[in-house]
């Protein structure tokens, strides 16, 4: 664990480009899973964490808007069926450039046939953020249910780095550059090197979103570039 963080700290160093410029690194993922979210129990979406704004971050057009993965490929060339889907980019500043909420913890589902995996993206950190690059460091909490009677059959903490480069279609080409796993216990499980590569495909180009069901996004991101001392990039 700790070799794997000084990795991302050194990533983050040497990446002068970076928008995550001054985030500090987190502290670690080793922590216990609680009861009600491992092996044994009934799933209830109501033991999750609740989700706030954390902060803000620049992404690139390319990485912007509503995308969905299928499938996830190992280094053998083993397709295995992982739906999922992400949307990313809140807000546009008075130049043009799009910002992510860091709404953490952000929560979705891969599809894998009986079983179903509740992600909880309990923090991700942008190491490194350029025009043909993002590389992000998450911190999840992965939640295994049997579809057919909502009984967990695994849980585990991981920490991962994927790297994304933009494809020629539009869509979003990613690899899992490392993952470092901890059982419910918070022990380390195991490490991987390179696991899985996947395909994000557009599904909706970016529209900047002033405020839904959660959260009034334009106000937060208004804050932060006031703390920021940035007012020039107010929109």
């Known amino acids: 664990m700790r ?32 009861k009600t979210l491992q092996a044994g129990a009934t799933f209830d979406d109501r033991n999750l964490p609740q989700q706030t704004i954390n902060g803000w971050y620049r992404i690139p057009a390319w990485f912007a808007g509503a995308t969905i993965r299928t499938e996830t490929v190992d280094p053998s060339g ?10 990313r980019g809140r807000q546009v500043d008075a130049k043009g450039h799009i910002w992510e909420a860091k709404r953490e913890p952000i929560v979705y589902d891969i599809d894998q046939d009986k079983v179903v995996v509740h992600t909880i993206l309990e923090e991700e950190v942008p190491i490194s953020v350029v025009k043909t690059q993002v590389v992000m460091a998450y911190y999840f909490l992965m939640v295994c249910e049997r579809k057919k009677d909502r009984v967990i059959l695994d849980s585990y903490r991981t920490v991962q780095m994927h790297s994304f480069t933009p494809g020629p279609d539009g869509s979003i080409y990613a690899q899992i550059e490392k993952s470092v796993y901890f059982r419910p216990d918070g022990t380390i499980r195991n490490v991987l090197i390179n696991p899985a590569s996947y395909v994000e495909h557009k599904t909706r180009a970016f529209t900047p979103l002033d405020s839904d069901e959660k959260f009034n996004y334009k106000d937060s991101f208004i804050e ?12």
């Open 224 to 235: 932060f570039l006031q703390r920021s001392n940035h007012p020039e990039l107010i929109p």
């Open 78 to 87: 083993r397709v295995e069926k992982s739906v999922r889907q992400r949307e």
């Open 3 to 34: 070799l794997f963080l000084l990795l991302l700290i050194v990533l983050a160093m040497v990446s002068v480009s970076s928008q995550a410029k001054g985030e500090p690194m987190p502290s670690g993922n080793q922590k216990v899973v609680p």
